[in-house]
């Protein structure tokens, strides 16, 4: 079987670049490898550095990743994950209200029901917050 | 890696972020390729067909080499309407678009308002937001591409930036998108609506 054709602006949009892509935003290098540090740290339950941070970028792929119905092999991870947005949250110099707009918009479900967790997870991520 | 050739893609984002934005984008390119266009809101400047979800349904057989868009697919096929015969009918509908020959592409806010076969059929997600990084002019568009049937961790395919400024005035960002909705209007260029009115030429007409 031959190689179906593609309609152009598809390809544009979902065909896998091998070299980095050229229209970043500023300070967005290293994407693939960060995100394979990101997801690899996340599921394969390795030790959080207490100083790690994360910025936008993994933040939307932490994200994205609990949006498309990811689970995360232990609770562990799961608080681990929490405790990261709140200070990625905090430490990126969000307010209360920019924070409680991102959480919201995420639906970010953890173990358990989202009817369950969400309202709680909410709450922690909230809790904290200085500004 | 395998590649649909009619992809169902869902542009997901929060309020304001450029779904629609890129939908309007999207169609003219689209549309540039030799494609038909249907959708569920209003085009300007575009030969397209406006549509409802339900009209769209009922004309399977005119579906042919078409790209579908349809906005805020929630109002269609909520997620809490699960086991109801429309979510199904939807479901079954945007499964079999590619024997249509037909790229359907939805937009929606929140990941779990829409039924869950839609999002477990849709290949890829384009994540848009307002691109604010140097040289950015108004319309500019970051848009992250996810392959949402790509094993875990590995979904992310690439960000690009899309210039989209000149679209703004071409579909309307206050449009109410109607649930059930059979519209299936003839397809037609719909001037943007800040075209000078025909009120002029009747003025001409009563002068000496």
């Known amino acids: ?131 | 890696m395998y590649i649909q050739q009619y992809p169902i893609i869902g542009i997901i984002g929060d309020r304001g972020t450029g779904k629609t934005l890129l939908m309007r984008y999207l169609a003219s390119a689209y549309a540039e390729t030799g494609l038909s266009i249907v959708g569920n809101f209003n085009m300007y400047d575009l030969f397209y067909r406006k549509a409802g979800m339900k009209g769209a349904m009922n004309h399977v057989d005119q579906l042919k080499d078409c790209v579908l868009f349809f906005d805020e697919i929630y109002n269609d096929a909520d997620a809490k309407d699960y086991f109801s015969k429309n979510n199904k009918a939807i479901t079954g509908f945007a499964a079999q678009t590619r024997k249509f020959h037909t790229t359907f592409i939805y937009s929606l806010q929140l990941f779990f308002t829409v039924d869950k076969r839609i999002r477990s059929f849709t290949d890829y997600f384009f994540q848009p937001e307002p691109y604010e990084g140097p040289d950015a002019k108004p319309g500019d568009l970051l848009v992250r591409v996810f392959n949402a049937k790509a094993g875990y961790g590995n979904d992310f395919v690439k960000e690009l930036v899309v210039s989209c400024g000149k679209y703004y005035p071409l579909f309307d960002t206050d449009e109410l998108i109607r649930t059930d909705d059979e519209t299936w209007e003839d397809p037609g260029l719909k001037p943007p609506p800040n075209l000078p009115k025909e009120k002029n030429r009747k003025k001409n007409k009563k002068s000496p």
Request: aromatic share 8%; charged share 25%.
């Open chain 1, 1 to 131: 079987m031959g190689k179906q054709p593609i309609n152009p602006v598809t390809e544009a949009f979902i065909v896998q670049e091998v070299a980095a892509p050229k229209d970043l935003a500023p300070g967005a290098t290293e994407k693939d490898t960060l995100l394979t540090d990101v997801y690899s740290a996340v599921f394969n339950g390795d030790e959080p550095s207490t100083k790690a941070r994360i910025n936008d970028q993994q933040l939307n792929a932490y994200a994205n990743a609990l949006a498309y119905g990811q689970t995360f092999k232990n609770d562990f991870i799961s608080k681990w994950i929490e405790t990261r947005l709140r200070l990625s949250i905090s430490l990126g110099g969000k307010s209360r209200a920019e924070a409680t707009s991102i959480i919201s918009a995420l639906m970010i479900p953890f173990s358990g029901t989202v009817q369950d967790e969400k309202p709680t997870m909410k709450k922690r991520l909230l809790d904290g917050f200085t500004r």
